[in-house]
């Protein structure tokens, strides 16, 4: 039994890295989960039936500064009019989620990838990232799916000049998460200009037989206003 999924109680999971472990014990029934000595221990209602465990945007740890993802890569150098696809690896977060039937709530969330910020743009202008560095790959690469997700990203010149690209940022309400063999999103980034592009989650799944994340601010009936992408105003090196 893997970790990703849907998890009928009672739940045990041991591997190198983690234990958990969800049900009853003694007069009550409790969750807990052990990372590198660190534990966390809740104890559940007795009539608790479903785990829920899956990756979530990769912006909420160890606390949640903002709302966008900002993945750096080597520079791409791209021709007036031309498209490139490439693949990038992003960090992953997991949620652990205890519910029954579609209605879940989040119990616990962890993760094993490193956490580093930046500001993209100006201090009075800008923005807080998650940021982090993923090499340029033609083809999906192999990861660790408890760590790294695989982003699929079709870069787009829209302008009338060589354009320099090294990096993409996306927020929170517009990532779509998907699960199963690998973690992955696919995406879009229309650039305008050395200044301005557009970030666009795509509906199309570009590895099958995955199931899609029930994303955390969903879970936490957080009201979203949705737009379509994320506009980059800051540069795109």
């Known amino acids: 039994m893997g970790v990703y999924g849907v998890h009928p109680l009672p739940y045990d999971y041991r591997d190198d890295l983690i234990t958990l472990h969800a049900g009853p014990e003694g007069e009550s029934s409790r969750y807990l989960r052990v990372i590198d000595g660190e534990r966390v221990e809740k104890i559940l209602g007795d009539?608790?039936?479903?785990?829920?465990?899956?990756?979530?945007?990769?912006?909420?740890?160890?606390?949640?500064?903002?709302?966008?993802?900002?993945?750096?890569?080597?520079?791409?150098?791209?021709?007036?009019?031309?498209?490139?696809?490439?693949?990038?690896?992003?960090?992953?977060?997991?949620?652990?989620?205890?519910?029954?039937?579609?209605?879940?709530?989040?119990?616990?969330?962890?993760?094993?990838?490193?956490?580093?910020?930046?500001?993209y743009g100006t201090p009075n202008t800008g923005i807080?990232?998650?940021?982090?560095?993923?090499?340029?790959?033609?083809?999906?690469?192999?990861?660790d799916r408890l760590r790294e997700g695989v982003l699929e990203l079709t870069l787009k010149n829209?302008?009338?000049?060589?354009?320099?690209?090294?990096?993409?940022?996306?927020?929170?309400?517009?990532?779509?998460?998907?699960?199963?063999?690998?973690?992955?999103?696919t995406a879009v980034m229309e650039i305008y200009s050395h200044v301005v592009a557009q970030t666009i989650f795509s509906s199309r799944q570009a590895f099958p037989g995955l199931a899609e994340s029930l994303s955390l601010y969903t879970a936490q009936k957080i009201p979203v206003v949705q737009h379509k992408g994320f506009l980059m105003e800051h540069g795109v090196v």
Do not use: C, Q
């Not at 690209?165 to 992955?184: D, K, N």
């Open 47 to 119: 009539d608790e039936k479903h785990l829920l465990i899956n990756p979530v945007e990769p912006i909420n740890l160890p606390v949640p500064l903002g709302r966008h993802l900002e993945i750096a890569f080597p520079p791409v150098v791209l021709r007036p009019g031309a498209e490139r696809k490439i693949y990038l690896t992003f960090p992953v977060e997991i949620g652990v989620f205890l519910g029954w039937e579609g209605n879940y709530d989040i119990l616990d969330l962890f993760s094993f990838a490193p956490v580093k910020f930046s500001l």
């Open 128 to 143: 807080i990232t998650r940021w982090y560095y993923s090499a340029t790959h033609g083809s999906p690469p192999g990861v």
């Open 158 to 185: 829209r302008s009338a000049d060589y354009i320099e690209v090294s990096r993409t940022i996306f927020e929170r309400s517009e990532m779509r998460i998907f699960y199963g063999e690998l973690v992955a999103m």
